[in-house]
């Protein structure tokens, strides 16, 4: 029997902290498989230590990001703790051409305006143990100023408000990385087998 053409469109969301970015690279160890592709989104906000240009984002300036997002070149974009943010649209195209699933590591926002967009993508929120947890996170990571993380924290109770508006709702349990990337690993897998009708072409 012939394989169903497209992929899934995944969107992996959470609010600021919950550990997106450390689940996202559990996964890629856990799904090696060239059948996973990581779309890199587009950002004007700083680069933080570590982070590098075309693995971790693509790095724009204001001018850069504007001028992708007036060609039509993003799928979708938002602007999310004073910095701009937005998929492109030919790196999730080709994924799925290719017949390969495209994991979106997005915000809120940008799950929200993929869903309407995409009716058929797969929602995943990633949800801290508790919002105490989460706070704790976001002030051990020293990442923001005091202010940039006042406005984090009231916008993460804001968007874990929105979990219903997903289809599954992933727990990241403290020290349990692994075990939430092999969560997320599954329900792909399942639905990638369940639900033909998700796998999509742009």
């Given at each position: 029997?012939?394989?169903?053409?497209?992929?899934?469109?995944?969107?992996?969301?959470?609010?600021?902290?919950?550990?997106?970015?450390?689940?996202?690279?559990?996964?890629?160890?856990?799904?090696?498989?060239?059948?996973?592709?990581?779309?890199?989104?587009?950002?004007?906000?700083?680069?933080?230590?570590?982070?590098?240009?075309?693995?971790?984002?693509?790095?724009?300036?204001?001018?850069?990001?504007?001028?992708?997002?007036?060609?039509?070149?993003?799928?979708?974009?938002?602007?999310?703790?004073?910095?701009?943010?937005?998929?492109?649209?030919q790196q999730v195209r080709a994924a799925l051409a290719a017949g390969r699933d495209a994991i979106l590591k997005?915000?809120?926002?940008?799950?929200?305006?993929?869903?309407?967009?995409?009716?058929?993508?797969?929602?995943?929120?990633?949800?801290?143990?508790?919002?105490?947890?989460?706070?704790?996170?976001?002030?051990?990571?020293?990442?923001?100023?005091a202010d940039e993380l006042e406005v984090r924290q009231r916008n993460a109770a804001i968007e874990l408000a929105?979990?219903?508006?997903?289809?599954?709702?992933?727990?990241?349990?403290?020290?349990?990385?692994?075990?939430?990337?092999?969560?997320?690993?599954?329900?792909?897998?399942?639905?990638?087998?369940?639900?033909?009708?998700?796998?999509?072409?742009?």
């Amino acid at each position: 029997m012939k394989e169903p053409a497209g992929g899934l469109l995944v969107i992996i969301s959470g609010p600021s902290g919950v550990g997106k970015d450390t689940i996202i690279e559990a996964l890629r160890r856990v799904h090696p498989g060239a059948d996973y592709h990581y779309v890199v989104t587009c950002t004007t906000r700083g680069r933080r230590p570590g982070e590098g240009e075309g693995r971790d984002y693509h790095f724009l300036s204001q001018p850069e990001f504007a001028d992708l997002r007036d060609r039509g070149e993003l799928l979708e974009w938002a602007e999310v703790h004073g910095n701009w943010y937005g998929t492109p649209r030919q790196q999730v195209r080709a994924a799925l051409a290719a017949g390969r699933d495209a994991i979106l590591k997005i915000d809120v926002q940008g799950a929200a305006a993929i869903k309407a967009a995409v009716p058929q993508a797969l929602l995943i929120f990633l949800v801290p143990p508790t919002l105490e947890d989460l706070f704790g996170r976001l002030r051990s990571r020293a990442t923001e100023t005091a202010d940039e993380l006042e406005v984090r924290q009231r916008n993460a109770a804001i968007e874990l408000a929105r979990q219903d508006d997903y289809d599954y709702v992933v727990v990241n349990e403290t020290g349990q990385v692994e075990a939430t990337a092999r969560r997320i690993d599954e329900i792909i897998a399942a639905e990638r087998a369940r639900n033909v009708d998700r796998r999509i072409l742009l």
